[in-house]
């Protein structure tokens, strides 16, 4: 479905480096990693929004540099909450748009008009911040588009239409031939409903592998400060201490091999892994 390699691209205070990953069909990717790790600049480069000064992308098997329009008729993309047109109603902004692409689907439109309870009535200046993120989410929905991308599409939303949008989600997916790609930094989202972490930090991508595998292949440590040795420092992705101690992460293969006495193990979690991972050097 998505597939981009050794993706560079340089600006003054910031670089892109060969950042590669891929997405099957079937399957959510959450692409994770704190502000100004790099997440929007990878996706607005797969969107050929951004040119990169190296790397490929293949979205469909197709280059998205000569197949641009084919492949985004085909491609459901939001970046933030809804803002061009502040000054037309909602209705209007819709015929506009569905001349936009030759699969808009009008039943979908307004079943998440429905949903989302949208007042179609309503200037797009007249609209929370968290109903232009839903009209947003709406309009990147409703043209049957097979790979959707999302920026940070949880940001704004209530508990509530975030559970609800995840679930539509995995709803999208459960036929096997969509697949959805959304960078976050909020690693609830992902324990929900993604199958597949692409973790990124300061422009390079640290890892790609399914949820479950990256949990399973991590421990989170804790000991009194006595425990951290020089050795058990060099084998932990990232640590901190405390006042009761230290806590941090480690891979299981490397536990094996260092000092077990007075330490505590725990299973980990995406947040732990993401605070660990920017927190050490590797």
């Not at 809804?82 to 009008?106: A, G, P, Q, S």
């Amino acid at each position: 479905m998505l597939k981009v390699q050794n993706l560079c691209k340089t600006y003054p205070n910031f670089k892109l480096d060969n950042v590669t990953f891929q997405l099957e069909k079937g399957y959510i990717m959450g692409f994770l990693g704190k502000n100004g790790a790099g997440k929007t600049t990878t996706l607005k480069s797969i969107l050929n929004l951004v040119n990169p000064d190296s790397g490929n992308i293949y979205i469909f098997n197709k280059n998205i540099k000569e197949y641009e329009l084919e492949i985004k008729n085909n491609i459901g993309f939001m970046f933030g909450g809804f803002e061009y047109y502040r000054n037309c109603k909602i209705r209007n902004v819709t015929k506009v748009l569905t001349k936009f692409y030759k699969d808009w689907d009008n039943k979908k439109y307004f079943e998440y008009i429905g949903l989302f309870e949208i007042n179609e009535n309503k200037k797009v200046r007249e609209l929370s911040a968290g109903m232009k993120v839903k009209l947003s989410i709406t309009y990147a929905l409703s043209h049957n588009a097979k790979l959707i991308i999302f920026d940070e599409p949880t940001s704004g939303l209530d508990p509530i239409a975030r559970d609800e949008l995840l679930d539509i989600f995995r709803d999208i997916v459960s036929d096997g031939e969509h697949s959805i790609l959304f960078s976050t930094h909020i690693t609830s989202d992902l324990d929900k409903c993604a199958d597949y972490i692409t973790l990124i930090k300061s422009g390079k991508t640290l890892f790609t592998d399914t949820k479950d595998s990256i949990i399973d292949s991590h421990y989170l440590i804790k000991g009194n400060k006595e425990s951290l040795t020089e050795e058990l420092k060099k084998k932990m992705i990232g640590y901190k201490i405390n006042s009761y101690g230290f806590s941090g992460l480690i891979k299981k293969d490397l536990y094996t091999s260092v000092e077990k006495k007075d330490i505590i193990l725990e299973k980990t979690t995406l947040d732990d892994i993401m605070i660990y991972y920017n927190r050490g050097d590797n």
